[in-house]
């Protein structure tokens, strides 16, 4: 199977396209989970606080979320094959200061230009499965890629426990450069040298408004889990969000040529598939964040009681059921949205997912670890059923000049989803805990009664996705080629 790349006069293998991909996000993912595990390491190392460590995560988390909306709306303008390996190239160097840096201020600077690359990663991804192949064999793609994501997710601790384990917190960015560094000619060479589908101007006040929209509600959400959402950087950081959101807003209005067409966010089968895109995807990180405390054997300031007594490595394996299901379902429910449509599919992920979080809030919390572990499978194959199909029907809703765009958007407040829900869902907790009220589930009878109230909570997310799903193209069946 092979699919034609625009301005070029040959051929490429779909199958080497989606090679380097996949292996691109799950790199990304891979270096992301495995520097999370290196913290505390880091911050011996240099002797740093908890608040100056943290910005190793949340430097990185910044300039990500405010680039890939930037590298979406390029995928749009430039060739997808240059914007993409410029985006490897940046995250090479980015990973070659991180192995150089000899003090934590260097190590966030490499952070920040890994961040700088790296957001290009799922913004040029997802736009160039758009952009190459027909919509008939998108959701296989798209589901190869959330699969790639499940993965690196899953096994970066493991990796990064055991590099970290044998050659110190650096080898993490020497394995990271190392791959990229492979990686980056397989891509000059597999992605498509396209061409502008409309207008080549690039409206860099607009794209900055919104960048600066998304990396303010990023930190607002941050200093919200540091310093308390009353404190004055996070309210401030919100209002900051706010401002710039509605600059944005007015430039798109008024610009003649906007960084992205005001009719894209009164096309309802988009905004649907972007508004459960982020709540699905807050209820999973939610979920993988919350159960590690639920059954850690380490009584953090969340804890209502040391629950499960797990080490590290079990917690590890009460999530990893559903880690293998997010990988072994996401390509075969991308294929079944190609054969049937989105939105069957997103409804049934939906409800599978607050099915298992009901689960969770009404018989596992502080149930055997077993319990949790079956209530978190159902969360990875309810995900793998939304995530892959909703994507495809966001693809399918954008018109052709406005798909890297689009699909930036759509990659950014995908990944706002997954940094909100566990700031809020961790504020809620330490409410519930000062609250020390029962568990406002009726059916609920153990002893870790603000976890329950807090898969209560997720509940309601899942509630406004479902409603948002009805907004969703029906599709209709899509032929697919013989293979």
């Known amino acids: 199977m092979s699919a034609g790349a625009a301005g070029e006069g040959y051929k490429i293998s779909t199958r080497l396209l989606l090679a380097v991909l996949t292996s691109a996000v799950f790199i990304s993912v891979l270096n992301s989970s495995m520097v999370n595990v290196a913290i505390p390491l880091i911050r011996e ?14 430097g990185y988390l910044l300039l990500y979320a405010v680039g890939i909306p930037l590298y979406g709306r390029a995928s749009d303008i430039f060739s997808l094959r240059r914007a993409f390996v410029l985006g490897l190239a940046v995250f090479a160097a980015g990973s070659l200061v991180c192995i150089l840096a000899p003090s934590l201020p260097v190590l966030v600077l490499g ?38 994501v499940g993965v690196g997710a899953a096994i970066g601790p493991v990796v990064g426990g055991a590099l970290e384990q044998v050659a110190g917190w650096h080898s993490l960015f020497y394995a990271v450069l190392f791959l990229m560094l492979i990686l980056i000619p397989g891509a000059a060479y597999a992605l ?28 607002g959400i941050t200093q919200g889990q540091v310093a308390g959402f009353g404190s004055f950087s996070s309210w401030g950081s919100f209002l900051g969000s706010a401002l710039a959101a509605a600059g944005f807003a007015w430039r798109i209005t008024s610009s003649e040529h906007p960084f992205v067409s005001p009719a894209l966010f009164r096309n309802r089968g988009y905004v649907a598939a972007v508004i459960v895109g982020f709540l699905s995807m807050l209820v999973n990180v939610s979920c993988l964040v919350s159960i590690p405390l639920l059954v850690s054997q380490v009584n953090g300031p969340l804890l209502v009681s040391q629950v499960n007594g797990l080490s590290p490595g079990s917690t590890g394996l009460v999530l990893a059921p559903g ?18 449509g989105a939105r069957r599919p997103v409804y049934a992920g939906l409800l599978v997912m607050l099915i298992s979080v009901l689960f969770l809030s009404a018989f596992a919390a502080g149930a055997s670890p077993v319990v949790v572990a079956l209530g978190m499978l159902g969360v990875g194959v309810g995900f793998a059923f939304t995530n892959s199909p909703n994507v495809n029907a966001a693809a399918a809703a954008l018109p052709e000049e406005s798909t890297g765009v689009g ?13 909100t829900g566990p700031a809020v869902v961790g504020a809620f907790l330490a409410a519930r805990r000062e609250a020390g009220a029962g568990a406002i589930n009726p059916l609920y009878g153990l002893d870790a ?10 509940s309601v997310a899942l509630l406004l996705a479902l409603a948002a799903s009805l907004g969703l193209r029906s599709g209709k069946k899509a032929k697919v080629p013989d293979r």
């Not at 160039?128 to 064999?137: I, M, R």
């Open 323 to 340: 880690a293998v299901a997010l990988a072994i379902i996401s390509p075969l429910a991308g294929r079944l949205s190609d054969r049937i």
């Open 111 to 148: 952070r920040v230009v890994q961040a700088m690359g790296g957001a290009a990663i799922p913004a040029l991804a997802t736009a160039s499965v758009a952009k190459v192949l027909p919509p008939g064999e998108r959701g296989t793609a798209l589901g190869l890629i959330v699969s790639s």
């Open 192 to 219: 498509p040298h396209t061409e502008s589908a409309g207008e080549r101007g690039f409206d860099v006040p607009g794209g900055l408004l919104l960048g600066l929209a998304a990396g303010l509600f990023l930190f």
């Open 449 to 458: 009664a603000p976890f329950s109230d807090a898969f209560l909570l997720l």
């Open 45 to 58: 190392d240099f002797g740093a606080s908890e608040a100056q460590v943290s910005w190793v995560i949340t």
């Open 407 to 419: 699909l930036g958007i759509f990659n950014g407040l995908f990944f706002l989803g997954g940094g």
